[in-house]
């Protein structure tokens, strides 16, 4: 498998690349080095200067050679993703779409990092940064941003291959990290109090500041007990937005309406079989009125986290599964609107929680850029896992029950508000 | 809470109903005793007549007491989906819809078990069982059938409250039961062997009696390095419908192309890094040709799961979800339109296979009428859990992992095929 | 493998048994019909009387026909461990021990039910109910109980066969039972706060009482941060029996000193490498001098819940494993030792809670009788799921995680202190 | 936190260690950097020579600054133990213990990486290298081992503080790793059909150059009726020794006597309920017997794991458990006897697979230095996940069921044994 042919000698095909920045303790240069040789080429490292103290930027000069050219090309394509920049660097190439709704072939497909292009020499940076997207450059405007697949029009000039594109590797700060918590591997037998509290910390700091706070919620945080947690947060202003599905939002509107969650007495916690009908009764009285909106207005609706959002000017967003009874009428029922939609909805989110949700976590997960501070709360490992493959140094896992983390964050944030004001 | 109010005598609010069958030891009646006692109501049994023998029918009368006629009407409509039947029956009342989407107020809310409604004295079997619906009746040709929420058109007749509804609850087989496995609590260390036997011999009796297998599949199949094992029983003619999402094919297509997935190689399973976005490529190419069924004629897919299905005439369907890349041409992304899809393909389904998928399989359990048998495998408890508390006898949970299950179920399956002739 | 052997008639081998108590509702009737057909036997219900309302006990004489005399006596083995007696009572059967540490061949196994055994025509109730013992019978005193094999000296009068043995099943209270979370199936789901609240009920009846409450738990208390919330149980008086492993004390002991918990700080929560060998500097000290009791003395240890328990009387009891370091000096190595302490030291307790150990839960719950209320509280389903196994009313699972599962539970506990004195 | 006290100049704490070895790829320095920053210290490269080529050493000198001379300890310890040596190097300093069972403070705590001690100048290598010991050193052959704490007697020299301790850390090796699958992340989602080919190679590696494989197995493996497969190993010579509890023998028994675990027919996999005393019967028979070997000898036990354990003369060895029922004569009930036996018996072990169970495979992990491979399978990511915290290149985790685990890897044992001798 490692031996070569005759007559085609190995030294054929090599490339130099860089990589700068915090190379050595953020690991770009030791992922780097581990794709190379996890491909079957080798590597020489020709020029290294490591920065003097942590703050100072390092870099390093890194021969490459593979056994063929294809294989130089793919390993320059997989470490280009981690912040590896080819030396010999040109313009990026451009083709223009003949189908809609595909790219051309070939096409440069993103990561949630940062990344620029190279045109006529100057590097322009990406807008819209989402991973597995192409790249679309407006010849007139000079600008380039992330396309999704779905959206491509015919005529559209997309990036191909992967020169005159670089990527700026998510770097950890030079400071200590607001979550201290989240390089840890994942463990249900950490100690989750001061997790909680930073997380209480990034809500404070997200309104105090104007940002905009992201709940991403599954039904769970009903069926636990918990709504009336979320419910304080919302009237305390410290959400901005949340994105749920059908059953979140049912399962709310049928605690309101008949004390119930999926037929359990949330007050009284006994499987009373009474009432399995009553989520089906709640969405129908909300169809009847045609909207949450109206059946609040209307005094339908007078309690819980939908009634909430609507006093509160949370700006929601239902998107529909093909589990869904129902549904709600406002719930986006078409997956590919629901993706633009929260795409357009992402753009200023400064923080993002997820709560006891995989398909709405990981399709959020999807859409954000590697810098969101996003915190994923499950008592199920396996979801919270899944996020963290994402790997940036951004997402931080949390496995504990939905109804004390709420009953806590709660708590913090109120230590938080009537504490005296400091510098930290 | 139990205390009786002073002149308000509890005997006032008293009801006569009857249960029959096997009501002994497939539950019935002790699982109605429990609903009236949770409750907080009070019984008397009136006529009991046990069955001598195992095969006999019994049949019980049980007046029921509750303080409230509030009350006693919640408890006739709780132990009705158990079977208990007022003794007292009237026609079923119907109610015009005044608003399309949505039923009358107080609407009757279905199950999944075999029902019967009353109109001029005589019972009219209810089509298209399936739970969480209204029953519309169409007076013309006095037939009723179960119609979803969303279905509802101005004018239609639903029935509205519990009278005049009966409802046949799924009982066990006098016979030894298909699924030993089934009754069993969900555990994972149970000896596998018997149950995917079991399994192997319901492919095999579908396939001979004509009937209709249906695969609702998660990507783990492929993941798992699984798909050449369900490609293997669809060439045998042993599936006869796959509902998945756009995940399943996706991976499965990126295998077909590249031979991985998410980017690992399934013949190596080492996880280099390259190539994460061969899925997207993947998409990317059926896009291009238009749609699978296209990519096969042109030979741009040459094998796979997907391939199979083309040349072997299964009758697939790919559901979106917001989580998805691309997606494939043929994945319809609308939820909605989605479930009336599966539902018509469910009609004729005799057994159905559940494969590592959750948002799918409940999906589907929602749709399936109890009498369908169902065998849900997962490596994760939870996803096992959730679906046998469906709680029919019908439904079989097995955790194990999905690789080696869908190997050893190819070896079963050919056991069978090599087997002598037997009465079995 | 059901065909009748030619001249062998099936009605030769049959028996008559009795069930009575709250036969219907309390499932006893239904598990002893379900028995007899899953071994492939039949049955007849000769007589019936079903009590007229819920608190009125009802009876059912039943006629039990199996192919063989060998399948016969398993069958009345097997349901005799569901309460049904065979109505051809003789006295129970008495073979002495000729080997130490072993029954003779066919003894008697208990189970963890109120058992009677019959000499002389007479019913004698079996002390210390545990199961997978064997019963020894005192001639002299006419005295029947519980024997574990390790204890069997050469000589003792041992029951043999299951006839002369009755078993009282547990049943349902006829009022509404003290948790009522513990039926539902195991969810992650489901609200908890009234499940605590039944808890933290349960802790002050117990003392209000003068009973003995038994915390079982493992060292995820300590590495949750959740030391302080037990202590403050401890020091209210609310426990008064700790059972532990190694595990356990060490991390208490290393915070006690250290303030972390396998080197991870409980208040910071990050997870600063430095002290992975924190615990055993804790133990090595433990050791130096003596005991932890004489380290309470010494002023060595001041703090945690193994400082609360020698200073609050509580009887603690750490029991040895072979993955502890160490260990602490009044750890018990010896396993067979372990259990006789603590079936010595359960002899009175009225009421445990199992917080986070599957190897503690389970081998408590072995020990435990069938009528000492039990809650096991775990982040996993699969603990809760094997204790649950143990099937008696009496077990309630609770999957939640621990540290705010206490914090809470301090929190209800203090209500009702506060609480004005009800009649509840 | 990280204001410098006034005339308590930082500079004054400072330290050169040096690290050297594949210090970028094995990511040791980089881990080392980690430490000193996450302690709140700094640090300065002042000098790195990078390996030109990846099989090439590297070597680094780096100045470390804490804030005190106790943080600057304590990180210097924390350091040392991921091969950062201080350039200062002493002899390592020996404290004499005056308490049997418990070391002099202060004293060093071991890992399981080798290490080396330097007296006279001279750096001698730790023998019997096991982590969280103490190492003793023999003045006359002067020789060190490490030494648990329940074996120190009174007057042995204990190595105190971490001067003059040294320790090399694993590092990946050059060629392509053995296991591939080793450091990916924990997944249900992986392929594992690569894997268990990998793991039937070591084995099929380790018979040929007359190693010796141990499993460490859980009761699972009765259970899910893999008894059979584990058989084949043994007689096909892959197992030299076997770990287990009570549990596994108890079970294997009851299965080669009743053909039931825990009652449950392992052909038939119905839960009938007889025969749940099966395991006691079985314990009790061997019991009578004396013990396993003579219950072979005598014909008693003729079937099963532990049956050819006896006649294929594998090095067994049962540790007790509180849970144990009986338990079986063999069972070493003592926890420190136990730890003794595997201690001694592990010294030749050279590949360790561990099947279902977290109790004994954490056990067997405490005692293992870092070089010997272990292979850890279940259905259940958080036993993995906890043997993987062990942070060694040498361990890799597979989740997956036990049973098809076994079946495949029996298959691909055969498939090595009749494939065309290869020098692969």
Redesign the interface.
Known sequence: MTSNTIGSPRSLFLQEVEVSGHI??S?I??KV???I???GA?????Q?S?????SDPSY?LVEVQAESAEKLE??L??IA?HGAISVATEDCRLVPTE?A???P?G?Y?TTNQQSEIRQDGKWIKVENQEM?CGIVVDAASRKARCLP??DVEIGQSIVVGHLGVRVHPQQRSTERQQF??M?????????????IRQVAQELFNTRAAGGQALVVGG??IV???SGGHLCELIRGGYIQKLFAGNALATHDIEQAMFGT?LG?H??????????H?HH??A???I??EGSIRQAVESQVLTQGIMYECVRHHVDYML?????????LPEVV???????RI?REKLRDVTFCLMIAT???S??VG?LLPAWVKVVCVD????TV?KLS?RGSFQTAGL???V???L??LVDEVKNLESAPVSDQ
Chains 1, 2, 3, 4 share one sequence.
Not at 42 to 46: G, L
Not at 50 to 54: L, T, V
Not at 266 to 275: H, P, Q
Not at 379 to 382: H, Q, V
């Open positions: 050595i303790d690991l240069l030791p080095l581990d794709c040789t996890a491909l080798s590597f020489r490292i020709k290294i490591i920065g003097q103290a942590r390093a793919e390993l394509r997989t993703d189908v709704g595909a790219f072939e096409f497909s597995d697949m779905t201290e918590f390089s840890s591997s994942v463990s249900t037998e950490k100690p989750k109090g001061p997790a039904p769970a069926h636990t007990g969650s359990v949330l007050d009284r916690g006994n499987i009373t079989e009474t009432g009908e089906l009764r969405i129908n009285r169809r009847r998107a529909g599964s093909i589990r869904d009874d129902g549904p029922t078409d997956a590919i609107q629901s993706q929260m995989t398909l709405h990981i399709a999807n008592i199920n490992p396996s896992i493959d496995i504990t029950d109804e004390p983390f009953r806590a």
